[in-house]
T-cell receptor, first 116, second 115 residues
Framework: AQKITQTQPGMFVQEKEAVTLDCTYD???????LFWYKQPSSGEMIFLIY??????QNATEGRYSLNFQKARKSANLVISASQLGDSAMYFCAMSQITGTASKLTFGTGTRLQVTL | AAGVIQSPRHLIKEKRETATLKCYPI?????VYWYQQGPGQDPQFLISFYEKMQSDKGSIPDRFSAQQFSDYHSELNMSSLELGDSALYFCASSLGPGVSNQPQHFGDGTRLSIL
């Protein structure tokens, strides 16, 4: 069974600083995908970034980058130049192919608060 | 760009009533997923469909059923509602069968409250 662990229930970061949100995973599947989603207080789930298990390079999307260390089974999200609008809950998730689709298993999330 | 559309956004029901949640995936997306997120919890997978066929089933109660229609929209039917069913219900869609690297794009969710 797949498992995602996010050990930081809450994090604080000052505006314009960088912050790293931790995520470790456990799976026996050789092929998997790792995702980060942002959930603001309004509730919607926003896709941020994806990393494939066979990707050689770390994924980047604007201010978001994923620090993928396969041997350590970690997929940490780095947010550079934090903004007040980054305050939200962040979920790490792993995809698992089941049947003809891929379901996501989520971690428990990290609540990020950006301060002035 | 078009996103996943869910309706209604909010729904209030009483115990033992029924509810139907609707989901319209992103155009050309052929795979739909339903997730349930309880208060302060992470989303839990309920069920998925690919090309109108059920693909996988998670922790979905027997009181719930779902289907995907010919236009790819999906409906989650919930009966004999219980207080514990109060949650945020997400629909997500993606492109492609069983391709793990396709991101699932989520709708804004339906917030269901059971009184």
């Amino acid at each position: 069974a797949q498992k995602i662990t996010q050990t930081q229930p809450g994090m604080f970061v000052q505006e314009k600083e960088a912050v790293t949100l931790d995520c470790t995973y456990d799976t026996s599947d050789p092929s998997y995908g790792l995702f980060w989603y942002k959930q603001p207080s309004s509730g919607e789930m926003i896709f941020l970034i994806y990393q494939g298990s066979y990707d050689q390079q770390n994924a980047t999307e604007g201010r978001y980058s994923l620090n993928f260390q396969k041997a350590r089974k970690s997929a940490n999200l780095v947010i550079s130049a934090s903004q007040l609008g980054d305050s939200a809950m962040y979920f790490c998730a792993m995809s698992q192919i089941t049947g003809t689709a891929s379901k996501l298993t989520f971690g428990t999330g990290t609540r990020l608060q950006v301060t002035l | 760009a078009a996103g996943v559309i869910q309706s209604p956004r909010h729904l209030i029901k009483e115990k033992r009533e029924t509810a139907t949640l609707k989901c319209y995936p992103i155009p050309r997306h052929d795979t739909v997923y339903w997730y349930q997120q309880g208060p302060g919890q992470d989303p839990q997978f309920l069920i998925s469909f690919y090309e109108k066929m059920q693909s996988d089933k998670g922790s979905i109660p027997d009181r719930f059923s779902a289907q995907q229609f010919s236009d790819y929209h999906s409906e989650l039917n919930m009966s004999s509602l219980e207080l514990g069913d109060s949650a945020l219900y997400f629909c997500a869609s993606s492109l492609g069968p069983g391709v793990s690297n396709q991101p699932q794009h989520f709708g804004d969710g339906t917030r269901l409250s059971i009184l």
